[in-house]
């Protein structure tokens, strides 16, 4: 399963223990339930193969798998008293009832639907923030037999995630220029990880780091800015401490140091005898250009 939550890969298999499996028969579709177990916790990984071979596949906590269950019982009943298809009373968008699940960072929308092949169960499970959409479809008529047999497997195995059990920090939000970054703390069945996704006007992309890297993820961030800072410092420094914003001596010009005259005008201001001084000379040599007019 990606850091996102969303997909489980078979390539794993050597990090997940296969606890139970359970297949089911319905209609000309085969649905497999397996409960698999590795060092987060327990799951339900439910894939539906179609009679073309297509498979499709979500994936449940143990909590969230009891909780659907018991919807299964609530949308079986409204199955059952519902009359024989009618296209005329069928609502737009083919919806009869909806519900939705929410666990950490994925939601999973219920939909009991008609349309011209007959009623169904449309299971689908979303992460938020723009992560891809899984979606298992279940005929009607199977959604007890369907049930019963993920009873049976929580009565085995219980309805405990396992993993982290205390409360994830809230996301944080910034927002620089015209962007805007997301920070969330989620957590799969691989642990805790955060997601960062940096989203503009019309474009969005994401990354996600793993709890057990932060601190390296951290300190090489860190890194870099006091690499940063100290370059910065250096720079200043080499521009002395008069360095400023605004404009400073055009290049090719030559300026006479002003500080002569507000001296030698302090001097006079205080009374004092002012020295003799050898003449003025032209600042050729001094600075780049033709020389100021006498001051």
Not at 68 to 75: A, P, Q
Not at 239 to 263: D, L, M, Y
Request: glycine share 10%; net charge positive; charged share 25%.
């Amino acid at each position: 399963m990606d850091a996102g939550g969303n997909n489980f890969d078979s390539g794993q298999s050597q990090q997940e223990q296969e606890l139970a499996t359970k297949m089911l028969q319905i209609q000309s579709k085969r649905f497999y339930l397996d409960v698999k177990q590795n060092r987060r916790g327990r799951f339900i990984k439910v894939a539906e193969i179609g009679a073309d071979g297509r498979r499709s596949q979500i994936f449940l906590a143990m909590s969230t798998a009891a909780e659907f269950r018991d919807y299964l019982s609530s949308f079986s009943d409204f199955y059952s008293s519902l009359g024989p298809p009618n296209p005329d009373t069928v609502p737009d968008d083919g919806k009869l009832k909806s519900e939705m699940m929410l666990k950490d960072n994925r939601r999973y929308y219920l939909d009991l639907k008609e349309n011209s092949r007959g009623r169904f169960l449309r299971v689908s499970q979303t992460i938020t923030r723009g992560g891809p959409r899984s979606q298992v479809a279940l005929p009607a008529q199977g959604m007890i037999e369907f049930r019963d047999a993920l009873t049976d497997l929580l009565d085995d195995f219980g309805t405990d995630d396992g993993g982290f059990k205390g409360d994830l920090p809230e996301g944080r939000h910034l927002r620089v220029d015209n962007k805007n970054f997301y920070f969330d703390i989620g957590q799969n069945n691989r642990g805790i990880y955060m997601k960062v996704s940096e989203v503009k006007s019309n474009f969005r992309t994401a990354i996600t780091v793993p709890e057990k890297c932060w601190t390296r993820f951290r300190d090489i961030l860190a890194d870099y800015c006091d690499k940063i800072g100290r370059t910065h410092a250096h720079d200043a420094m080499q521009a002395g401490p008069g360095a400023g914003p605004g404009p400073g001596p055009r290049a090719g010009s030559a300026q006479p140091p002003t500080n002569i005259v507000s001296t030698a005008a302090g001097a006079a201001s205080a009374g004092a005898p002012r020295p003799r001084s050898p003449p003025l000379l032209p600042l050729q040599d001094t600075f780049t250009g033709s020389a100021p007019g006498r001051i």
